[in-house]
């Protein structure tokens, strides 16, 4: 993602105040005691409104209890907190280089419990920093900025909106310079949805004994995202395409 930060970043507490009405659904309701815990990062390495969109959608899947994880927040980003965890979410943010600087000192342990069996979602720049260029070194392959990629429909780093092909289905979908993979062949991977040009915009594989699912587009975003950033919100939010990643992810 670019070094600005985006004007929906000053929305970002009205958003997570509003909650579920952001996304303009009621919530179900479920038995939260059963639920699996997804630890969310929130710290100088993401947007805050990046985190709040994950935990808003989260809130409304009722699938996962979630909490932030990180400097920014009172859990801090521990082995030991890591391994009352079923997945940690590692959400968009500032370029790549400001991320990791403030990333590199976790490297180990979210190394060891992914490899060890936890489940790492990375969204824009939680994806980029899944490789080792710089990142964790957990992606088996090439993650690629999908602007400088053939074909590509965008040459920006702002915000846009792009159709993105969700398992053989056209979506509209909020992208602010998004990554495109190249997993090896060896790594096996799932492709989950693919950019017009064909290239990969979202996928899952194994490492170790746990898995890693990167998405490029925010399928998180909530409304004021769009608006925020003059472009056009689509007319409902896709919580079809967010119950997928988590599917995904926890898998």
Not at 192 to 215: C, D, E, F
């Amino acid at each position: 993602m670019p070094e600005s930060i985006s004007r929906r970043t000053l929305l970002a507490s009205s958003s997570a105040a509003l909650g579920l009405a952001a996304l303009g659904h009621d919530a179900p309701t479920a038995d939260a005691a059963a639920r699996p815990l997804a630890l969310i990062y929130r710290g100088p390495a993401a947007y805050s409104d990046c985190s709040a969109a994950v935990a808003v959608a989260m809130r409304y899947r009722r699938v996962l209890n979630s909490a932030y994880v990180g400097p920014g927040a009172r859990t801090a980003l521990t082995p030991a907190n890591l391994r009352r965890a079923r997945l940690y979410v590692q959400p968009g943010g500032p370029d790549v280089n400001t991320g990791w600087r403030h990333m590199s000192r976790y490297r180990s342990a979210i190394v060891n419990w992914v490899r060890g069996g936890g489940h790492y979602l990375g969204l824009c720049l939680g994806a980029y920093l899944a490789t080792d260029d710089p990142g964790f070194g957990l992606f088996p392959g090439e993650i690629w900025d999908y602007k400088t990629t053939p074909g590509a429909d965008t040459r920006s780093s702002g915000a846009r909106v792009l159709s993105i092909n969700w398992r053989g289905r056209g979506t509209p979908m909020y992208v602010q310079d998004p990554p495109v993979f190249a997993p090896r062949a060896a790594a096996r991977a799932q492709i989950i949805a693919r950019y017009r040009n064909g290239r990969p915009a979202a996928l899952t594989v194994r490492v170790g004994r746990g898995r890693l699912t990167l998405v490029g587009p925010h399928p998180e975003a909530t409304r004021n995202w769009y608006t925020s950033d003059g472009l056009k919100p689509p007319a409902r939010w896709r919580g079809d395409i967010w119950a997928d990643v988590e599917r995904v992810a926890l898998s």
